[in-house]
């Protein structure tokens, strides 16, 4: 099967109309970012915090928490990677699929251009100048097919080993902030600060992501802070459960 590089380059490299790096789907890594970073501290922060609840000892929620976060990081990692790789896997057979109907059914295809211009506006003779300038060139062709008949643009393909590397560091960068105060201070002492730091940490990501967004600053910065205090608050009831029991 072929590869990205490979399809891309059979029609005829990345469009220029794709100049705006933020108008283009390559700004799509704001959400394996976000997504990582996220899911890293909340967890993280529900597992000390349930740790905390059950045994108020400093070495075994540094030896947890930093566990966990290493296995998160990875599963986090590995997971993303193999989801992008199955959905581009999927993307590349569909263009395959197209490519050989284009060879076997040239008529059937060109037909189905005439039918999408025709919903677009274009009639007569204008419609057939389309349709022929379309079909004259075997990369242009398949590009059309594959954007206006599939919803497949290839410059929008996620490489899997980008985004499973950039999950895994999101993740592990924010996920070892609520352990830290526990290397510094008694775990008395480092719960408060190992709550507001994943707090503080929860707001600027969601207030960050505004910047691509264009939303409100506090409302997105608060809702990830109320969805992380969610996680928490049960990580800490259970831990104290777990601890009575």
Same mark, same amino acid.
């Given at each position: 099967?072929?590869? +990205?590089?490979?399809? #891309?380059?059979?029609?005829?490299? +990345?469009? @220029?109309?794709?100049?705006?790096?933020?108008?283009?789907?390559?700004?799509?890594?704001?959400? *394996?970012?976000?997504? &990582?970073?996220?899911?890293?501290? /909340?967890?993280?922060? %529900?597992?000390?915090?349930? $740790?905390?609840?059950?045994?108020?000892?400093? +070495?075994?929620?540094?030896?947890? %928490?930093?566990?966990?976060?290493?296995? @998160?990081?990875?599963?986090? &990692?590995?997971? =993303?990677?193999?989801?992008?790789?199955?959905?581009?896997?999927?993307?590349?057979?569909?263009?395959?699929? *197209?490519?050989?109907?284009?060879?076997?059914?040239?008529?059937?295809?060109? *037909?189905?251009?005439?039918?999408?211009?025709?919903?677009?506006?274009?009639?007569?003779?204008?419609?057939?100048? !389309? $349709?022929?300038?379309?079909?004259?060139?075997?990369?242009?062709? #398949?590009?059309?097919?594959?954007?206006?008949?599939? &919803?497949?643009? /290839?410059?929008?393909?996620?490489?899997?080993?980008? /985004?499973?590397?950039?999950? =895994?560091?999101?993740?592990?960068?924010?996920?070892?902030?609520?352990?830290?105060?526990?290397?510094? $201070?008694?775990?008395?002492?480092?719960?408060?600060?190992?709550? &507001?730091?994943?707090?503080?940490?929860?707001?600027?990501?969601?207030? %960050?992501?505004?910047?691509?967004?264009?939303?409100?600053?506090? +409302?997105?910065?608060? *809702?990830? /802070?109320?969805?992380?205090?969610?996680?928490?608050? !049960? @990580?800490?009831?259970?831990?104290? #459960?777990?601890? @009575?029991?």
């Amino acid at each position: 099967m072929a590869s +990205r590089s490979k399809i #891309l380059e059979e029609l005829g490299g +990345r469009p @220029g109309y794709l100049d705006e790096a933020w108008h283009s789907p390559k700004g799509k890594l704001i959400r *394996e970012v976000i997504y &990582g970073a996220t899911d890293g501290l /909340v967890t993280s922060l %529900g597992f000390v915090i349930g $740790v905390f609840g059950a045994l108020h000892d400093s +070495r075994i929620i540094l030896i947890t %928490g930093i566990a966990g976060a290493s296995a @998160g990081a990875l599963s986090m &990692g590995f997971s =993303a990677y193999i989801s992008s790789k199955s959905q581009m896997e999927f993307f590349l057979a569909e263009i395959e699929r *197209e490519r050989r109907e284009m060879k076997e059914m040239p008529d059937k295809e060109r *037909e189905e251009i005439r039918k999408i211009y025709r919903a677009k506006g274009f009639h007569g003779q204008e419609l057939e100048m !389309v $349709v022929n300038r379309i079909t004259s060139n075997p990369s242009v062709w #398949l590009r059309v097919m594959m954007e206006e008949e599939l &919803g497949l643009l /290839v410059e929008s393909f996620d490489t899997p080993w980008v /985004v499973g590397s950039v999950t =895994a560091a999101a993740y592990a960068a924010s996920a070892f902030l609520p352990i830290l105060p526990y290397a510094q $201070v008694s775990p008395q002492n480092a719960f408060p600060w190992s709550v &507001g730091i994943s707090i503080a940490a929860l707001f600027i990501l969601g207030a %960050g992501k505004t910047y691509w967004t264009r939303l409100s600053l506090w +409302r997105s910065g608060l *809702e990830i /802070v109320g969805i992380g205090m969610i996680s928490a608050l !049960v @990580g800490y009831g259970i831990g104290k #459960l777990a601890g @009575g029991l």
